[in-house]
């Protein structure tokens, strides 16, 4: 049976940082489903809306051709709903995703759930691009 991984991010300034995290989540299962995140819940959890639209960070995430499939959040305040339709084997997360792997397990008990390692953390960081 195939083992259905997904991952989220904003994504914006896409950087090699975010292409190594993209490559350790590809290579945790045979598909890889990577969630782009809505605008608006950027501004919501972050504070700021990011540089790119969703559009153009989607296309951009798509243009890696690392992810099997790219699909942007859902509108509301529930960033892990989208998992109930997905229907996710693993949930990869980037080593300084605010998420916690609890958070998770509590409402997704059959899922894996896995935090990444950084890629030259010091170097490549989407805060980095923004100033």
Request: some cysteine.
């Amino acid at each position: 049976m195939k083992k259905r991984v997904v991952c989220a991010g904003t994504f914006d300034h896409l950087h090699p940082g975010h292409l190594d995290f993209l490559r350790q989540a590809k290579a945790l299962g045979d598909e890889l489903i990577v969630i782009v995140a809505r605008d608006e819940t950027v501004k919501r959890i972050k504070g700021f809306l990011p540089t790119d639209s969703e559009e153009v960070r989607k296309r951009n995430v798509e243009q890696t051709n690392i992810a099997d499939k790219v699909v942007l959040g859902n509108y509301n305040a529930d960033i892990f709903e989208i998992l109930k339709a997905l229907k996710p084997d693993i949930v990869a997360l980037g080593y300084d995703q605010r998420v916690k792997e609890t958070e998770i397990l509590k409402r997704f008990t059959h899922l894996k759930v896995i935090r990444l390692s950084p890629y030259q953390a010091d170097k490549y960081k989407s805060s980095f691009y923004r100033k």
